[in-house]
């Protein structure tokens, strides 16, 4: 069983190294941690008195993985999570912030439990994600895991420059989707078929 550092050390590894591409709302990126994360830390690393992209090249893998532990496990209470659920939402927030458990939220709407969609793991939204967990511990994991990979495909129906994150240009599986399929069991994965179908509308 992987510790929560090793989980924050794979979502490194997946996130990679420096990006800033245009099409990326979350602009320069390094191991995953944006600029506007940075801003919002206060990490000025070089201490010019202003965050930049800079900043961001100078941040470090080991300074990354720290980020993500403290205001992406931690500080959002995935660690109270069922721990087979903890990597998957953890990832997912790494990608789409509260996102993550807005999504975890739905579905436990949709499961008929009555709790907010506000983004916040409170009381209310742990009860019922442990009470859904305990009467289907895989349904739930993989049920959290094809939501993400919904999210993403909303995401590239909407906004045409993020279509390149769902689909390579080939018109295999883009990284988005590869990522969500990740935590979920290979049955539940789309086929080329089913995929080629879901993206047939893109351009």
Do not use: C
């Amino acid at each position: 069983m992987s510790t929560v550092r090793q989980i924050a050390q794979e979502i490194v590894d997946r996130e990679g190294g420096y990006v800033n591409d245009l099409d990326d709302p979350g602009g320069a990126t390094n191991f995953g941690v944006t600029i506007h994360t940075m801003r919002r830390l206060g990490l000025d690393l070089d201490r010019d008195g202003s965050i930049t992209s800079a900043d961001v090249r100078a941040l470090t893998r080991a300074q990354a993985v720290q980020i993500f532990l403290e205001h992406y496990f931690n500080r959002p209470l995935i660690a109270e999570l069922p721990q087979p659920l903890q990597a998957t939402v953890f990832d997912m927030y790494v990608n789409a912030g509260s996102n993550a458990v807005k999504i975890l939220q739905q579905l436990l709407v949709d499961m008929s439990f009555e709790i907010a969609v506000d983004g916040a793991l409170g009381p209310q939204s742990l009860s019922a994600v442990r009470a859904a967990f305990e009467a289907g511990p895989e349904e739930m994991v993989n049920a959290y895991g094809i939501a993400p990979r919904n999210y993403y495909f909303r995401i590239a129906d909407r906004r045409t420059a993020s279509r390149k994150y769902a689909r390579t240009r080939a018109g295999g599986k883009g990284g988005w989707i590869k990522r969500a399929e990740e935590f979920i069991a290979p049955s539940y994965h789309m086929t080329t078929a089913q995929f080629k179908a879901r993206t047939a509308p893109w351009v």
